[in-house]
């Protein structure tokens, strides 16, 4: 039983700052890739930025600078750091765990919305 629940969207104005969260379960969280990704309407889903089970960050080219995604093993948690948010930033934010590209679990997303 798999479960990755997301929190800590909500409404934002430009320039603020959101923590996201996710709280894996049903996994041994250690041994997964985590990553998060967003869709906004009428776009494709993207990568925002993963952290590898051993720790190495990645980010999309849009967000470097700006968001930081980590880990807290102990927790079974991932985060991600969003500062400076841009009315572009906004989407629904999906948690994703791998660990092969067969065993994978999404979340059921949270909604960031950056407006004044």
């Known amino acids: 039983q798999v479960q990755l629940v997301e929190s800590g969207g909500g409404l934002v104005q430009p320039g603020g700052s959101l923590r996201l969260s996710c709280v894996a379960s049903?996994?041994?969280?250690?041994?997964?890739?985590m990553g998060w990704y967003r869709q906004a309407p009428g776009k494709q889903r993207e990568l925002v930025a993963g952290?590898?089970?051993?720790?190495?960050?990645n980010y999309a080219d849009s967000v470097k600078g700006r968001f930081t995604i980590s880990r807290d093993n102990a927790k079974n948690t991932v985060y991600l750091q969003m500062n400076s948010l841009k009315p572009e930033d906004t989407a629904v934010y999906y948690c994703n765990a791998r660990r092969t590209l067969r065993l994978e679990s999404w979340g059921q997303g949270t909604q960031v919305t950056v407006s004044s």
């Open positions: 049903g996994i041994i969280f250690g041994l997964y890739n």
């Open positions: 952290i590898t089970s051993g720790g190495t960050t």
